[in-house]
């Protein structure tokens, strides 16, 4: 059965976009972790928030414009209640939380499903719809922007924890 998994890339002052959404920040830091590399094979589909879908992506116009740097392709269920007119392949919309995680959870098989921005990530927790907690820290200060997370307190047991030369990888399981 499929886990869900809210990854990030943040700044070490904790924040996954620089302010407006800016996320050319982040283009130093992408493609050099194995970890980040390996989770484009072990995910099965996205659950994004709207800002992120239609937000800024560092890698656009090139071939690593997409998710997991243009390495991944599949169902991504997109969380908004004003879906476009014109809907892409591989996308839904879907109005509610619960029933977007659980139709995510269909597609994705025996493989995650990566929660992608920080407001549906903050839901789910919320909800009590996550198992895991993955964030690269890279090296940078951005100073302002939005935040992995704000909300109520969760609490995280250790998985793992390694140093790559372009960011910290922490992992966590939720504790419910």
């Known amino acids: 059965m499929a886990k869900v998994l809210y990854s990030?890339?943040?700044?070490?002052d904790g924040y996954i976009s620089g302010p407006g959404g800016d996320m050319s920040w982040m283009a130093p830091y992408s493609g050099r972790n194995p970890t980040a590399?390996?989770?484009a094979t072990r995910t099965g589909a996205l659950l994004v928030g709207r800002r992120t879908y239609f937000g800024d992506d560092p890698n656009q116009g090139t071939d690593a414009e997409g998710a997991f740097g243009g390495k991944w392709h599949g169902?991504?269920?997109?969380?908004t209640h004003?879906?476009?007119?014109?809907?892409?392949?591989?996308?839904?919309?879907?109005?509610?939380l619960t029933s977007?995680?659980?139709?995510?959870?269909?597609?994705?098989?025996d493989k995650y499903?990566?929660?992608l921005g920080a407001d549906v990530a903050r839901q789910a927790l919320a909800a009590g719809l996550v198992d895991e907690v993955l964030?690269?820290?890279?090296?940078?200060?951005l100073g302002d922007g939005t935040r992995?997370?704000?909300?109520?307190?969760?609490?995280?047991?250790?998985?793992?924890?390694?140093?790559?030369p372009s960011a910290a990888e922490l992992w966590y399981r939720v504790i419910r």
């Open 8 to 12: 990030a890339t943040m700044s070490l």
């Open 37 to 39: 590399r390996d989770l």
């Open 75 to 79: 169902q991504q269920f997109v969380l």
């Open 82 to 96: 004003e879906p476009p007119v014109e809907i892409p392949p591989d996308t839904t919309f879907v109005t509610d």
């Open 100 to 109: 977007a995680v659980e139709a995510a959870k269909d597609a994705a098989g």
């Open 113 to 115: 499903v990566c929660v």
């Open 135 to 141: 964030t690269f820290i890279a090296p940078v200060l």
């Open 148 to 164: 992995l997370f704000t909300g109520s307190p969760v609490r995280l047991e250790p998985l793992t924890q390694k140093e790559h």
